[in-house]
């Protein structure tokens, strides 16, 4: 049980979110610690056990995510309801004792009330939200879901779900609906009925029926339930199958079948019914090969058959079996790594932190990217206007929606995408209750005060008008500084510095040539040794200079002494364009080198490449 606890899916998959982990802890320790309590006598151990429970009751209400507190707040209180009527008739109290509690009690109430003091505008602030806020749920349409943990085996391997996401997707592996038959026989079989099993098949039931049929509104708010979404209720549901099916299989009477035949049947249509109800969740998952449909179906096909008959060697074969399934399905959702080595050498993020060096205050904004892109600022200690927000800046927000047309979408805990395009005004959409997209205008950017974007594009239109210049380039991102005001690219007239022009070769890149009726777009890299120097494009009897872009990738490959050696440029044209050339102003030797390049040619990437390979 431990292991199917401690690495189910959505435990390691919710790891480091919404506090998870943390209320699994405070409730079983509590639990833990009650039973300590009532056990031993001893008052100055008593006093350790209530310390711990009042820390435990804290952490639990701190975690402030109702959505996951209330449900398992039912399974708490029958855990604790069991361990004190079970141990009632042997704890013996003292007025101490009764002191103690006291104390304890006001010691909890008055550091919850300090919180809250603490805390209130935000937890106003975040009560007051479109959602999680003022959500009113009901529950119901969850019985497909209930499937869904044979999907889980894969989502270390695939890197996907079935659903939105792999977390979103992730749930215990109880078993379903094997973890409520069994149960239901032991209790019907029994001449002394568990009273543990019957209250957590009692809040199973309860849970249960919220998630697949649901609640009508008053039964929903008397039960609190109606701040819970019943995707959230699922996560404590098949922790409860758990401790129900574990509760059930320890008990003395079998109640699994002898009968290999009716264990095969019973395994066969469970496996179905499972695969059909993942299916019509998402057609493509299972059934995206052969390896994962058949894998799935022979795993718990097993599975299901040492459980039903559950018996000698098939006992031995369930419990390994689910060990090594569980522990397959979620062991690498946390890879274990030493250290930060493998944060800080990501050369995107080790780009980032230099350039934020530039101006460390400034306000970012990461563009045309979703989650967790948008949050991998937070790696490097770099937050920006769209990293995931907790509860709204609805000021900021306002800023670009004065008439507050939008507010509905934007007053919500969220992910957020944002993507600048030349519009009129500022438009939000909702794409998922905790996800919306922002479009909006650079001059929308420069009001929510955006000094630099991080974006996954080229965004030459922008570097044209002057609106922005870019200052690097790592692994398909760019990193761009948000100009105050539009400084329009130079032009330097017909004439290069007035250096002699050699032959010399030189190693150059082009990575990107875009070409429209207006202008042409370039982006790539070249240099000479470690000499200082400039490019700059010719175009018919023009010459342009690029700006230089800091290229990190380049300095390492080449074992350079600085990174500036990348260039962009955008460049207007007056009639069709055949070649261009590239020149290398050596500003260190006075030279200049030059290299005419065909546009037929330069999309040959082999011809590019050959270019750096030479050098080397």
């Not at 044979?150 to 973890?179: M, Q, R």
């Not at 098949?238 to 049947?265: D, Y």
Request: net charge neutral; hydrophobic share 45%; glycine share 4%.
């Amino acid at each position: 049980m431990a292991i199917m606890i401690a690495f189910a899916p959505p435990v390691q998959w919710w790891f480091a979110n919404t506090g998870l982990v943390e209320m699994l802890i405070y409730m079983q320790l509590s639990v833990l610690m009650l039973q300590k309590y009532m056990t031993d006598s001893r008052f100055a151990f008593r006093l350790l056990y209530l310390f711990v429970i009042v820390i435990c009751a804290g952490g639990y209400v701190l975690t402030f995510y109702p959505s996951w507190m209330i449900p398992f707040a039912y399974i708490l209180l029958a855990l604790a309801l069991w361990v004190f009527i079970e141990n009632l008739k042997n704890c013996k109290m003292r007025i101490s004792d009764w002191l103690s509690i006291g104390v304890s009690v006001l010691i909890f109430a008055v550091s919850m009330i300090y919180f809250y003091h603490m805390s209130k505008e935000t937890i106003r602030s975040l009560m007051a939200t479109v959602y999680p806020g003022s959500r009113f749920e009901t529950g119901g349409g969850m019985l497909n879901l209930l499937f869904l943990y044979i999907t889980n085996i894969w989502h270390a391997v695939l890197g996907d779900g079935a659903l939105v996401n792999v977390c979103e997707s992730s749930y215990f592996i109880d078993f379903f609906p094997v973890c409520w038959i069994l149960p239901v026989l032991a209790l019907l079989r029994s001449q002394k009925k568990d009273m543990l099993l019957q209250f957590l098949l009692f809040v199973s039931a309860i849970l249960g029926i919220y998630c697949v049929f649901g609640f009508p509104k008053t039964l929903s708010k008397i039960s609190l339930l109606s701040n819970c979404q019943a995707t959230r209720v699922l996560v404590a549901l098949g922790f409860c199958n758990v401790l129900l099916l574990i509760r059930t299989l320890s008990q003395p009477c079998s109640v699994c079948s002898s009968s290999v035949l009716k264990s095969v049947a019973g395994s066969f249509v469970t496996v179905f019914i499972a695969v059909q109800a993942c299916k019509t969740l998402n057609t493509g998952f299972l059934y995206k090969n052969k390896v994962i449909l058949f894998g799935t179906i022979l795993t718990f096909f097993v599975l299901y058959f040492c459980l039903l008959s559950f018996k000698s060697k098939r006992r031995f074969v369930w419990i390994s079996g689910t060990i090594a399934v569980t522990l397959f399905s979620s062991l690498l959702a946390n890879p274990v790594r030493h250290g930060i080595k493998s944060v800080e050498n990501i050369s995107v993020l080790k780009t980032w932190r230099e350039t934020h060096l530039q101006k460390p205050d400034a306000k970012w904004l990461i563009e045309n990217c979703d989650y967790p892109i948008t949050n991998s600022g937070l790696l490097i200690g770099i937050p920006a206007i769209n990293s995931t927000n907790v509860y709204p800046n609805l000021d900021r927000w306002h800023l670009i929606d004065p008439e507050r047309k939008y507010e509905t979408v934007y007053n919500r805990y969220a992910h957020i995408s944002m993507k600048l395009e030349e519009v009129p005004a500022a438009s939000f959409d909702l794409l998922n209750p905790d996800w919306f997209s922002c479009t909006l205008s650079i001059s929308d950017a420069k009001k929510l005060g955006v000094s630099f974007v991080m974006s996954n594009r080229k965004l030459f239109s922008y570097i044209y008008s002057g609106d922005m210049t870019l200052l690097a380039e790592a692994n398909g991102f760019y990193f761009y500084k948000i100009n105050e005001v539009a400084v329009p690219m130079e032009i330097l007239g017909d004439e290069l510095p007035s250096f002699e022009p050699t032959e010399t070769s030189f190693p150059y890149f082009i990575d990107s040539e875009n070409i429209s009726s207006r202008a042409i777009s370039l982006a790539g890299w070249a240099y000479h040794e470690n000499d200082d120097c400039d490019v700059y494009i010719g175009i018919e009897d023009k010459t342009f200079k690029a700006q230089k872009v800091h290229r990190p990738d380049v300095k390492e490959a080449f074992c350079l002494e600085n990174d500036t050696q990348g260039f962009s440029a955008t460049i207007p044209l007056e009639s069709d364009l055949q070649s261009y050339t590239l020149y290398l102003v050596n500003n260190s030797k006075k030279e200049i080198y030059r290299k005419t390049i065909s546009i037929s040619k330069s999309d040959d990437l082999d011809e590019l490449f050959s270019n750096a390979v030479d050098v080397e």
